[in-house]
Nanobody
Framework: VQLVESGGGLVQAGDSLRLSCAAS????????MGWFRQAPGKEREFVSG???????TYVDSVKGRFTISRDNTKNTIYLQMISLKPEDTAVYYC???????????????WGQGTQVTVSS
C-alpha cells in the first residue's frame, strides 16, 4: 500500500486546512486509515483514525477541531482542521493498517508526510 499526503502549508492561528491522503496498491475499504503528527523535538503521536466502516477516533487535543473522513470511491482520506493553533505545527503522516487497533499502535504503512505550520 502506498500513501501520498497533500494539503499541508503555512497558515495563521485560527485558520483552517484540509489534508488529503491518496492510497494505492490495496483494497482501500479493507484498511483502517489515520493521521499521526510529529512536532520538532517530540515523538510522533496519533491524531485521528477511521475504520473501514467509518468509525472515527481522535486524540483529545483535536476533538471538536479536526474531522477525519474517507471516500472509498477515491481511495482517499481527509483531515479537515479548523481553529488551528501554533501547537498543531508538525509534520502530518498518513497511515494505514488492516486492523483499527493496529493503526493506533503500529501502522503497517506510512506516507512521507506533509508539513503543517501554524503561525501565531
Amino acid at each position: 500500500v502506498q500513501l501520498v499526503e497533500s494539503g499541508g502549508g503555512l497558515v495563521q492561528a485560527g485558520d483552517s486546512l484540509r489534508l488529503s491522503c491518496a492510497a494505492s496498491g490495496g483494497t482501500f475499504s479493507n484498511y483502517a486509515m489515520g493521521w499521526f503528527r510529529q512536532a520538532p523535538g517530540k515523538e510522533r503521536e496519533f491524531v485521528s483514525g477511521i475504520s473501514g466502516g467509518s468509525t472515527t477516533t481522535y486524540v483529545d487535543s483535536v476533538k471538536g477541531r479536526f474531522t477525519i473522513s474517507r471516500d472509498n470511491t477515491k481511495n482517499t482520506i481527509y483531515l479537515q482542521m479548523i481553529s488551528l493553533k501554533p501547537e498543531d505545527t508538525a509534520v502530518y503522516y498518513c497511515a494505514a493498517d488492516r486492523l483499527f487497533i493496529g493503526l493506533k499502535r503500529s501502522p503497517s504503512y506510512w506516507g512521507q508526510g506533509t508539513q503543517v505550520t501554524v503561525s501565531s
